[in-house]
């Protein structure tokens, strides 16, 4: 009889890996059937058994706070107790009334996440207990137990009275022994021996209820955990003390399959140097887990006290968010450093402010300087963007024409010019070049007519280009176009002046950054002058554009990307086509 329950109930499932010790199977057939009948408590059982480093006497005394108490949340029923806990999962109010529970036990925490936290480290378990007695809800639960009256000891298994023993009623007798003690310790359910399906109703199966008051409001207390019972009162001062902005679900998320949990919290935190000054102590802020993705407003001020500090990542990952990777911590640190960066162009730009942009720009002043003393609503980044923007989509629109100095057969445009035209008081206008720290002219629609001679003037910014970075982009061509003749090399950077060079010879600073191979998105620089190589007569080799150009991009990425830049001209180039194709047939 015993073999064959201990065979149904490893067939039911209600095992987690782990079979029940050897002084089970020498136990009564009628404690069999009970322990049959109620699967999660000879569970809890058997895991308040391995506790070896505990006396029988204590393992009785915190079986039986747990079971009045509440146990963790995934122990709760057999369903969950199958399944492991996701490292970094938020903390239940009833994980941390039995956190507080076992922690007061003289049980190690490592054997406490083994034990009772299965999937959660042993560094996680003392980080949240830590916090809890930081916070006084530790000091709360205690208090909470002590002053509940003292109850009777609490035994895992019922003891059989074998005073009234009688062979002739013994089936008899140990049955309604069995059911008596069902009524002061398990709730109001049903239970069934179908093994396929246990919610099934069976002949077999017969609904238990208390009879008694007492047993009834025991049920009640700690089944349902009604307002005013003590275990009500201990969740809802843990809740209390969270410093979460929404409370954590009852049922913490669970998956079937364990997770490697990282290192966390190598040691305690206790360096006052890389605390937040806006927090007094290094304990004092622990980042309880949320969602991925998730930071809460509490969570944000003190990122940005760390960023003020001068911490990185890993040590907030270490001081404040150990559930946290430091991926995470570094992709959020640069999310607020560009929050002030992040601009769309275009928006809250006047006209006005458009044609002022460009002169200054073409004037050669700083950005610094732009947005200090012609737009100080914005910020240098903006001025910047928006500027580039205006070049490369829409195209100057104020007073800027480009000049040419013919020399030879190169006919190289080596040089951008602004003409200025000023109408004078005789009505004869007279060309003049405006000073670097000239006022912005008011933009007209058109030029004013004049009799004088137009007069080129090269811009501050053409002549500002440094003559390392023209050695620089010198070598490049001659990288890129080793066979070419001069006149090649002279129409290759004469387009790439007018429309742009590569991000890589921009500046010196960019020359010499020496910055990693990346498979980012291409910048608008970077694709325009790639157009432009595209468009030479003498096509270069993908590795030699990578060379000379684009030293962060392999050959490859260079390829894929000319392929996508071709295919998007053919794209826009296909309506116009379609109407000349359609202008033709109506002259025909």
Excluded at 89 to 95: F, I, T, V, Y
Excluded at 166 to 193: L, W, Y
Excluded at 326 to 355: E, L, N, P
Aim: net charge negative.
């Amino acid at each position: 009889m015993s073999i064959m329950n201990m065979q149904s109930i490893s067939e039911m499932g209600w095992l987690v890996a782990h079979p029940y010790p050897a002084s089970v199977r020498i136990l009564p057939t009628d404690m069999l059937l009970w322990l049959h009948y109620n699967p999660l408590l000879g569970f809890h059982g058997f895991l308040v058994s391995k506790l070896h480093q505990l006396g029988d006497e204590e393992r009785l005394r915190l079986f039986g706070v747990l079971s009045t108490h509440g146990w963790p949340v995934h122990l709760q029923t057999m369903e969950n107790a199958r399944f492991q806990i996701l490292p970094g999962s938020p903390w239940a109010p009833a994980d941390d009334m039995a956190l507080i529970i076992i922690r007061d036990t003289p049980l190690p925490f490592d054997v406490i996440a083994r034990v009772f936290f299965e999937g959660r480290s042993e560094a996680e378990c003392q980080v949240r207990h830590e916090y809890l007695v930081a916070c006084g809800t530790a000091q709360k639960v205690r208090d909470t137990l002590t002053e509940k009256s003292p109850q009777p000891e609490a035994q895992p298994f019922p003891p059989y009275d074998d005073s009234n023993f009688n062979k002739e009623n013994e089936p008899q007798g140990h049955q309604q022994h069995t059911m008596q003690a069902r009524e002061d310790v398990v709730s109001n359910r049903s239970f069934s021996f179908n093994t396929e399906n246990p919610d099934t109703p069976t002949p077999i199966n017969k609904e238990i209820t208390p009879q008694s008051r007492e047993a009834k409001e025991r049920l009640a207390r700690l089944m349902e955990g009604t307002p005013g019972s003590e275990l009500s009162s201990a969740r809802s001062s843990i809740s209390d003390c969270k410093p979460s902005d929404s409370p954590a679900p009852v049922n913490s998320p669970l998956v079937p399959q364990a997770k490697t949990a990282e290192k966390v919290l190598k040691q305690r935190v206790n360096e006052a140097s890389d605390t937040p000054q806006a927090y007094e102590s290094p304990g004092n802020y622990i980042s309880v887990s949320t969602p991925k993705g998730v930071w809460t407003a509490q969570d944000v001020k003190v990122l940005q006290d760390g960023i003020a500090n001068g911490m990185t990542g890993q040590e907030m990952q270490r001081a404040y968010f150990p559930s946290r990777t430091v991926g995470a911590i570094d992709t959020k640190i640069s999310k607020s450093k560009r929050s002030g960066i992040s601009f769309k162009a275009g928006t809250h730009w006047t006209d006005k402010d458009r044609h002022d942009l460009v002169f200054l720009a073409q004037e050669g002043h700083s950005w610094e300087d732009i947005a200090a003393r012609h737009f100080p609503e914005k910020t240098p980044e903006q001025c910047q963007e928006y500027h580039r923007c205006i070049t490369m989509k829409v195209g100057l629109k104020a007073h800027a024409i480009e000049g040419s100095n013919v020399e030879g057969k190169n006919a190289e445009v080596d040089m951008k010019v602004r003409c200025v035209a000023v109408g004078g008081m005789d009505g004869k206008g007279s060309v003049q070049a405006s000073a670097s720290a000239a006022p912005p002219l008011q933009p007209t629609d058109t030029f004013p007519q004049n009799n004088g001679q137009v007069k080129f003037v090269s811009t501050p910014a053409a002549k500002a280009i440094d003559h390392e970075l023209q050695a620089a982009r010198d070598n490049a061509i001659d990288i890129l176009l080793p066979q070419a003749n001069d006149e090649t090399k002279a129409s290759l950077k004469s387009a790439l002046d007018h429309s742009s060079w590569p991000s890589h010879l921009t500046s010196l600073e960019a020359y010499h950054s020496n910055a990693p191979r990346t498979k980012s998105k291409w910048s608008i620089e970077d694709s325009t002058a790639l157009q432009c190589i595209r468009m030479l007569p003498v096509q270069p080799s993908n590795k030699a554009c990578a060379k000379a150009f684009f030293p962060t991009r392999t050959a490859d990425g260079v390829r894929t990307h000319g392929l996508i830049l071709t295919k998007k001209a053919a794209r826009s180039r296909q309506p116009e086509e379609d109407d000349q194709e359609m202008d033709d047939l109506s002259l025909v």
